[in-house]
């Protein structure tokens, strides 16, 4: 009941509305099981909509039964000539001012909720976070403005308050959605930053997806998004301030996957900093929910992307057999080890549901 | 019937006839034939989009491929299937309505075809060549520029050459409606079928341009090295969205505009009624022609425009809505109090009136520029312009085609076969694109090549792909019923379904002078009015006279095959520059041929009295 109209959610259709919507997709995912305030606010949107929209669709409805079985022509009534009508110039009034009434209606919340979720009023002041997003193929790069830290494919937020985005892309276009909390902004190449606001208002794990093609692993460029209490939140900051990235490993093949990192890996990969490389920033890699943003974190998964990114996700740019499998499982024993920080770890993820 | 004629001149002497035709109704069957081969193209494409996406993390078809797929799904079916299926009825029975005996510019109307046809073949040529475009139909900037391979090469040659073609058609079709009206067919007395025709002409005279403007800016960035759309060298990839939208959304109405002119005429004929409202329903269509011009952004709401100018374009965006809705409540009246007969081209009609509005609902509501946050580029917007492009521009022309069939072929389509082809297409198309609204809200973006497991839309998806086999089926049924007809069904006479316009007053298939007299129109429903007053046909408005008419020509075949070569040329010059050998051939067919027309005077020929009296003698003129 946080959304601006909640109060009047009982009324019309909307509970019946918002009930049968709500069974729609999985937690954390679906836009119709709202767990921030732009996603509230939209589903409000779309509720006042689809229940004027339903209002039209049931009158000509009804009218469309009523003419078709009426006026059906019947058994020895060939030579009857109906009526040749011309038009009727009250009706004609009715069909056009009463739809000029319902898109105002309409029109109204629609305005207000374009200039609220393009509020950007509390940017830049003290304790506000901003996040600069960029979209890569086929990667989400996030760096912490003024934190000196950064992530790739998992954001994390603090709940209950709003985290600005400043997005934009690498090369082609992308599109962030995140659709359990807010709506979705393109990113854009060159000078253009777009900015959206994220508000988040349960811990969890949110899943999103880029949502403009972006080339054959469109459809693979996954993110998360793990929200997480404000306390939480700075302890994560502090934690991820405090990554040593060349910190030792204890067991041996970890060891070995870690040498084996640096000299094939460091090039386009880096652990901890706030610097945006060719290919994602590495820093907690052993907490990620998903490896590449599709895959579950197993070794035996880790192993096959390093080998074969290709088949994994066709045209992205990481280089396939740039070391051998044998290499490759030092290497992620090594990254499967990097838990910079727990924080998140515990958080709902849709699948829990 | 022509095959008959055919059989008799021999094979050679028919292909011939057709290269180099310029009878509208020739021209017609020519856009028939090349549209419907496009559209089973497209439609074998998206079934292979619909079984990749059956279930999860399938592997069917390769990401690369399946971005091709739908590329060429999307472009294939706006551009080489329904606008030249719209086309074919236009030729067919515009110039009819309006009683006259051809367009304005018979050879352009063939130059027109030609063009479409080749930049159609060009394109799909690309299947064959290393790769089809892969940008999406859209083909945004900076994917498409950066593209590797010819694919969007393809794409930006083809569509150039065909758009060519169209916005020919189109001002062809301008001039005719203004000039070729036979005498009492004032504005306010034409068909709606003619009306929504000068309206879409209009459109595509004011919206191509916009399309051949970007083409030439893709053009050059990709194969003579400009930079409009790389933002390393300054360029803004934004201005392709701008472009190609301004071009992209009138075609949204160029397409659904003349077959809501269809509607319109199939409702008062099938009811027995004049349209109810008629002047209403022309001011709404050619206020939807309008404001098509004034929402082009509202596909571009995401992109960043700012909050005043989304709330801009989602307003008029959703007065579009009110015209449309205007429509939806006259036919639904010009219905009312009739005396319906439920046909197979009604069937269509009929279905087309929940479909559409199903589909102009979803449009408002994707219109609240906002909520179209979460709507965008997903399977919501795939589902809503599938409901307005299949429910409203699919539905007729299967409605259209059904009710001037006897008018191109002299025959009416079998009506069982008919129904039997409705049935399967309109619940497969329910069953496919309804569930899509909601997986796109439960989080499946569009143009997704998979989807993972544990998404929840596992369901929803197998649903969409049964769904497309049961289109499929329709589909096929509808061709069975073609060849069926063709063999089985009897011939006609001039006015099958007891119509009201001038196109049913005259034989089925006319004569190629189509009137022998020019008709005297003395209202709307020009046929109608005669009917009631107790007589056969139409009041001629000019003695019987001899008839000039056009002379064939092969030139508008070889101007257009010039610029299928010399497209080849443009594509491959990056590679090497001995393809700029291409280029100069096939522009030197074309302003050769060019050259040749313009040099060559061709007066056409005269139809004599004699003959015409020797036709109406054979029963013509009834």
Redo the contacts between chains.
């Keep these: 009941m946080r959304g601006w109209m909640g109060k009047f959610r009982s009324l019309f259709l909307f509970s019946t509305l918002a009930l049968i919507l709500s069974g729609c997709g999985e937690e954390n995912l679906s836009a119709l099981k709202p767990k921030g305030y732009s996603a509230e606010l939209l589903l409000d949107l779309m509720l006042i909509s689809i229940a004027i929209m339903i209002f039209v669709f049931v009158i000509v409805m009804a009218i469309y039964v009523y003419v078709l079985v009426r006026y059906r022509k019947k058994k020895g009534q060939e030579d009857i000539i109906p009526k040749q009508t011309e038009g009727n110039k009250a009706l004609e009034v009715i069909w056009t001012v009463i739809p000029i009434i319902l898109l105002l209606v309409l029109a109204v919340p629609t305005v207000q909720a374009t200039f609220d979720l393009a509020d950007q009023s509390t940017q830049g002041d003290e304790g506000v976070l901003t996040v600069e997003v960029t979209g890569n193929q086929y990667w989400w790069h996030f760096n912490y403005r003024g934190e000196e830290i950064a992530t790739s494919q998992e954001l994390y937020i603090p709940t209950g308050e709003r985290v600005y985005l400043d997005m934009k892309a690498s090369d082609v276009l992308h599109s962030f959605w995140l659709p359990a909390i807010a709506g979705k902004m393109d990113t854009l190449p060159g000078e253009n930053i777009n900015t959206m606001y994220l508000e988040a208002y349960e811990e969890g794990v949110y899943w999103g997806h880029c949502t403009e093609l972006c080339g054959p692993s469109h459809s693979l460029m996954d993110f998360r998004v793990i929200a997480v209490s404000p306390e939480k939140y700075d302890q994560w900051l502090e934690d991820m301030k405090n990554v040593d990235p060349e910190a030792q490993p204890e067991t041996t093949t970890a060891q070995e996957g870690q040498e084996l990192f640096n000299n094939n890996c460091m090039s386009c990969h880096a652990i901890g900093g706030a610097s945006m490389g060719v290919g994602p920033n590495l820093t907690n890699f052993g907490n990620r929910e998903k490896i590449a943003g599709i895959l579950d974190p197993t070794k035996e998964n880790l192993v096959d992307w390093i080998v074969h990114p290709d088949e994994i996700k066709p045209g992205n740019k990481m280089p396939a057999n740039i070391v051998e499998p044998e290499e490759a499982e030092k290497i992620a024993d090594y990254l499967l080890q990097l838990e910079h920080s727990s924080v998140g770890v515990d958080a709902p993820t849709q699948t829990e549901e | 019937m022509s095959t008959a004629v055919a059989q008799k001149r021999g094979l050679a002497a028919t292909i011939w006839d057709y290269l180099t035709t310029v009878d509208h109704k020739k021209i017609a069957l020519l856009y028939l034939y090349s549209g419907g081969f496009f559209f089973l193209i497209g439609g074998l494409e998206a079934m292979l989009i619909r079984i990749q996406l059956m279930k999860p993390d399938n592997n069917f078809i390769?990401?690369?491929l399946?971005?091709e797929m739908i590329t060429m799904h999307g472009t294939t079916m706006i551009f080489l299937a329904a606008m030249p299926l719209i086309f074919a009825l236009m030729n067919a029975v515009v110039p009819l309505q309006i009683g006259a005996r051809d367009v304005a510019f018979p050879f352009l109307n063939s130059l027109g075809f030609w063009l479409f046809f080749f930049g159609g073949i060009l394109l799909n040529v690309s299947w064959f060549t290393g790769g089809a475009p892969?940008?999406?139909w859209t083909n945004?900037a900076?994917?498409s520029t950066?593209s590797p391979g010819h694919g969007v090469d393809y794409y930006v040659m083809g569509l150039q050459i065909s758009g060519a073609g169209t916005l020919i058609a189109g001002i062809n079709f301008l001039v005719t409606i203004i000039n070729m009206r036979a005498p009492g067919m004032t504005y306010m007395r034409m068909p709606l079928f003619t009306w929504s025709t000068f309206v879409t002409s209009a459109l595509i005279l004011f919206a191509f341009p916009a399309l051949t403007v970007g083409l030439f800016l893709m053009m050059f960035d990709r194969m003579f090295g400009s930079a409009f759309f790389d933002?390393a060298l300054g360029g803004?990839?934004?201005i392709w969205e701008h472009l190609f939208w301004i071009f992209g959304h009138p075609e949204v109405y160029i397409l659904i505009l003349p077959l809501f002119g269809a509607f319109s005429d199939i409702f008062s004929t099938f009811?027995?009624?004049?349209l109810?409202?008629?002047?209403?329903m022309v001011f709404a269509t050619v206020l939807i022609g309008f404001l098509g011009f004034m929402v082009w952004a509202h596909h571009m709401f995401?992109?960043?425009m700012?909050?005043i100018a989304?709330?801009i374009f989602?307003?008029a965006t959703?007065?579009i809505?009110?015209p449309t809705?205007?429509k939806?409540?006259?036919w639904?009246?010009t219905?009312?109090?009739?005396?319906?007969?439920?046909t197979s081209a009604m069937l269509w009609s009929?279905a087309f009136?929940?479909s559409f509005?199903?589909g102009g609902?979803?449009g408002?509501?994707l219109?609240?520029?906002?909520?179209?946050?979460?709507y965008?580029?997903?399977y919501f917007v795939v589902g809503h312009f599938h409901y307005v492009i299949v429910g409203g521009v699919v539905f007729g022309i299967f409605a259209g085609l059904h009710y001037w069939w006897p008018k191109m072929f002299g025959k009416v389509l079998n009506e069982k076969l008919g129904k039997l082809a409705f049935w399967p297409f309109f619940i497969g198309f329910h069953l496919t694109f309804f569930i899509q609204h909601?997986l796109g809200?439960?989080?499946m973006?569009?143009?997704?090549?998979?989807?993972?497991e544990?998404?929840?839309l596992e369901t929803g998806n197998l649903i969409s792909t049964i769904g497309a086999f049961f289109m499929a089926i329709g589909t096929v049924i509808f061709l069975i019923n073609i060849v069926y007809t063709a063999i089985k069904e009897p011939k006609v006479g001039g006015d099958p379904w007891d119509a009201r316009t001038l196109e049913w007053s005259i034989p089925s298939p006319p004569p190629h002078y189509n009137f022998v007299q020019t008709p005297l129109v003395r209202g709307l429903d020009p046929l109608w009015v005669e009917k009631?007053d107790g007589k056969k046909g139409m009041t001629p408005a000019e003695p019987l006279g001899d008839i000039h008419m056009p002379n064939g020509s092969i030139l508008p075949f070889m101007m257009s095959l010039g610029m299928f070569i010399a497209g080849f040329g443009f594509i491959y010059q990056v590679d090497n520059s001995s393809w700029l050998i291409a280029v100069f051939i096939g522009m030197g067919i074309t302003l050769g041929s060019m050259l040749t027309r313009s040099l060559k005077d061709d007066l056409g020929h005269h139809i004599h009295k004699e003959e015409l009296e020797a036709d109406i003698k054979k029963g013509v003129g009834k």
Excluded at chain 2, 335 to 342: C, L, P, R, T, Y
Excluded at chain 2, 367 to 374: I, L, S, V
Excluded at chain 2, 445 to 452: A, E, N, Q
Aim: aromatic share 14%.
């Design positions: 390769s990401a690369g399946y971005n892969d940008a999406g945004y900076p994917l950066t933002v803004n990839v934004i009811s027995r009624k004049r109810f409202g008629y002047s209403a995401t992109v960043g700012g909050p989304n709330s989602a307003v959703m007065a809505a009110v809705g205007i939806i409540f006259n639904l009246f219905m009312w109090g009739g005396q319906i007969k439920m009929v009136i929940p509005t199903i609902m979803t408002v509501m219109a609240a520029a906002a909520a179209d946050f979460q965008h580029d997903t909601f809200l439960m989080g973006p569009r143009r997704y090549w998979v989807f993972l544990g998404q929840g009631m």
